[in-house]
């Protein structure tokens, strides 16, 4: 009995440290200032390890025509801010197909839907977040 105790808890603190995801209510900036969104440029098909990688993080009021080079068709999975909303463009200059992200953690881009046949996953190259 003591060992499948241990082993559960084992596998419950395992699961804790592999979620990366922070919880929309609480999306800030290491000096504690609220966050619009985080994109991240890591997902997974387990989403307790989605959110990996390196971040970019949006404030409210962020309109963003040209994403930064390095960020460019880069996002894999984001988190929205509770009574945000982060609308995305996929090409610089706010050109092409747009989305609206409301509150709340989209672990895997790939699953949400571009047009026709495409998704969002590396496909963001302009943004404009408000609260």
Request: aromatic share 12%; proline share 4%.
């Amino acid at each position: 009995m003591k060992v499948t105790i241990a082993l559960l808890l084992s596998t419950l603190c395992f699961a804790v440290l592999n979620a990366q995801c922070p919880e929309p209510n609480a999306l800030k900036d290491a000096d504690g200032v609220k966050l619009c969104a985080r994109m991240f440029e890591h997902s997974n098909i387990y989403f307790e390890q989605s959110c990996g990688g390196e971040y970019l993080d949006a404030y409210p009021g962020d309109d963003v025509p040209t994403i930064p080079r390095k960020w460019n068709n880069r996002v894999s999975s984001l988190v929205v801010a509770r009574g945000c909303s982060l609308t995305v463009w996929q090409y610089t200059k706010k050109r092409g197909s747009r989305s609206k992200f409301g509150a709340g953690i989209k672990y895997r881009l790939k699953d949400s839907m571009q047009g026709l046949f495409g998704n969002w996953e590396n496909s963001i190259s302009a943004y404009y977040c408000v609260c």
